[in-house]
């Protein structure tokens, strides 16, 4: 990797900013907020950890929900503080704010290895802005810049890039943490010379938000294997019927470029070949949203080449599955993101689970590099118990995806070369 890592970095003594994505699921519980889900602060314990035992005084900051710059109580960092002292067994200190004279007076008290974390950064709205002014008060108490947070590395924030052009102005070093290291290193230079056969397995819900990567990997990839719901913007494109099924029909040309692309490279490209489908009927319901609620019934194989009218495409159908698992069985380097159909319900969750069963399945026995570009299939590992049978998980949703597209991340492009 051509940018500076925490391994690189001489931290002894120094106060270390660094910013991590601690923007973790939360819910209230008896009128308190409380954290669903730890994985992102644990994600960043190998970079904490090392700066402790390198004698840093780490001062963290993130970011949590969107308060849109007012101090929205339920989403401060005080519970992240909790359960982060709770995790590397010793205290971390919170200050109610991220900037100022009551972080410079914290900060000031802190001893070599001390970890302090800052309030919710998005409480100023001049954070998304990348206000100059307001990144040179968060630099104030910097001497050496981290950036952890490879979710929030596509946006160019005031924590996520400004300060680092501070810090770096100033002659600090800005570094990569261990996360953000493994998450360049296998979204991107595993990527670039991957082995071979190399089967990219693309899903989710529209092919509008993947044309980009899916533009991208047709350059690298052996096969492309599509599900989910943009298949039946390819299928519609092929002149098929779709029937109901979750489909943009303004993006049939982006298709159709898709697939010309992946015949002159030869690359092998392949759509469902049976769905499950299910009638969708209105409940006369509103959800919260002020939506109307639908009910999906009916579900059954589908292994005809059009979707009756009535019915909508929700998962891949197990033919389809049987074909995808065989060549993800082949594959030597894979890279997954988003899932077959609707797999938050289990009535439509069998593609993607057997596609999950597919990839830990080679990566335990045949030691292939399994990577998953975040989001959904994340999930969809996790819930079938394999999270820990892949090679690697991105942390990332939006940053994955633009980063395999091949755009430079700005809070990447922020930090110090090697
Ligand atoms: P994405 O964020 O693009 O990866 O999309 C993930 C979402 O796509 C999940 O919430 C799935 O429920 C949804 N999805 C996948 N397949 C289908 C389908 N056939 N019809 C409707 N939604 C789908």
């Known amino acids: 990797m051509a940018k500076l890592t925490v391994n690189d970095i001489d931290v002894s003594g120094k106060r270390v900013f ?38 840093a005084k780490i001062i963290l900051t993130a970011h949590l929900g969107r ?27 919170f ?16 001893k070599d290895g001390d970890v302090v974390l800052l309030e919710n950064v998005r409480y100023y709205a ?26 929030a590395a596509h946006r160019a924030h005031a924590s996520t890039e400004g300060v680092a052009g501070i810090v770096a102005a100033r002659g600090g070093q800005c570094a990569a943490g261990l996360l953000m290291e493994r998450e360049l290193k296998f979204l991107g230079d595993e990527l670039d010379n991957p082995e071979r056969p190399f089967v990219v397995i693309l899903g989710g819900a529209k092919v509008s938000d993947k044309i980009k990567v899916i533009d991208k990997l047709l350059e690298k990839a052996d096969t492309l294997l599509i599900g989910g719901a943009m298949a039946y913007t390819f299928k519609l494109a092929n002149g098929f019927k ?11 040309d982006m298709a159709l470029a898709a697939l010309k692309k992946a015949e002159e490279r030869g690359v092998k490209f392949l759509l469902p070949t049976d769905n499950i489908v299910a009638t969708p009927v209105e409940t006369g319901e ?8 639908i ?19 929700v998962d891949i ?54 990577i998953i570009g975040g989001g959904d299939s994340v999930k969809a590992l996790n819930n079938a118990g394999l999270g820990d049978q892949v090679t690697f998980m991105s942390t990332g949703g939006g940053a994955s995806l633009e980063f395999l597209e091949g755009k430079t991340l700005p809070g990447v492009a922020a930090l110090s070369d090697k």
């Open 317 to 370: 159908g197990p033919e389809t599955a049987k074909t995808f698992a065989a060549e993800i069985a082949g594959a030597k380097t894979i890279l997954w993101n988003g899932p077959m159909g609707i797999f938050e319900d289990p009535r439509f969750a069998d593609g993607t689970f057997v596609v999950a069963e597919a990839v830990a399945e080679v990566t335990r026995s045949k030691g292939a590099k399994s």
């Open 126 to 151: 001049e954070e998304e802005a990348n206000d100059p002014a307001f990144a040179e008060k968060l630099a104030k108490v910097a001497e050496v810049y981290v950036n952890d947070a490879f979710g």
């Open 18 to 55: 660094v910013r991590v994505d601690y923007n973790v699921p939360m819910a209230e519980q008896d009128g308190q907020m409380v954290l669903n889900d730890d994985t992102r602060i644990r994600a960043t314990i190998p970079t904490l950890d090392l700066l402790i035992s390198k004698g």
């Open 295 to 313: 009910k999906l019934e009916n579900h059954r194989v589908n292994s005809e080449a059009n979707i009756p009218d009535a019915e909508e495409g």
């Open 95 to 110: 200050v109610d704010d991220c900037l100022g004279e009551k972080v410079e007076n914290v900060v000031g008290g802190m």
């Open 242 to 252: 779709i029937g109901k099924s979750l489909v943009e029909p303004d993006k049939t």
């Open 67 to 93: 308060p849109k710059g007012q101090r929205e109580p339920s989403m401060s960092l005080r519970p992240v503080a909790i359960k982060l002292a709770d995790i590397i067994c010793r205290p971390v200190a």
């Open 286 to 293: 509103l959800n919260k949203k002020g939506r109307p609620v």
